[in-house]
Nanobody, 128 residues
Framework: QVQLVESGGGLVQAGDSLILSCAAS????????????MGWFREAPGKEREFVAG????????YYADSVKGRFTISRDNAKNTVYLQMNSLKPEDAAVYYC?????????????????WGQGTQVTVSS
């Protein structure tokens, strides 16, 4: 069973930057982290969970929600089994619990239903 653990959340001021990390473990024999597509989602209080950013198995394809495009960058280090989310120019509306997710078929999807594994989330709070 793949386990994903996010870290790096915290309280920042509007305009600040933050880097989230998501480390994967528990990969089955014969499967490597590089075979998974990865995504970041977020859920704010009173709102549904929404897609933020995604990347394919190699990191050669990245895609973003319009609300974060140009401010957030997703990247991955397959040697470290880790995916990152660099968040710049943070806004109060970016405040949420951020989740990473893994798609074992690496379909470059934005649909949370197509991701098989989820982390427990990390809180990001942005003060104005």
């Amino acid at each position: 069973q793949v386990q994903l653990v996010e870290s790096g959340g915290g309280l920042v001021q509007a305009g600040d930057s933050l880097i989230l990390s998501c480390a994967a473990s528990g990969l089955a024999s014969g499967r490597t982290f590089s075979s998974f597509g990865m995504g970041w989602f977020r859920e704010a209080p009173g709102k549904e969970r929404e897609f933020v950013a995604g990347t394919n198995w190699s990191g050669s394809i990245t895609y973003y929600a319009d609300s974060v495009k140009g401010r957030f960058t997703i990247s991955r280090d397959n040697a470290k089994n880790t995916v990152y989310l660099q968040m710049n120019s943070l806004k109060p509306e970016d405040a949420a619990v951020y989740y990473c997710a893994a798609d074992r078929l690496s379909r470059s999807s934005r649909a949370e239903g197509l991701f098989h594994y989820w982390g427990q989330g990390t809180q990001v709070t942005v003060s104005s």
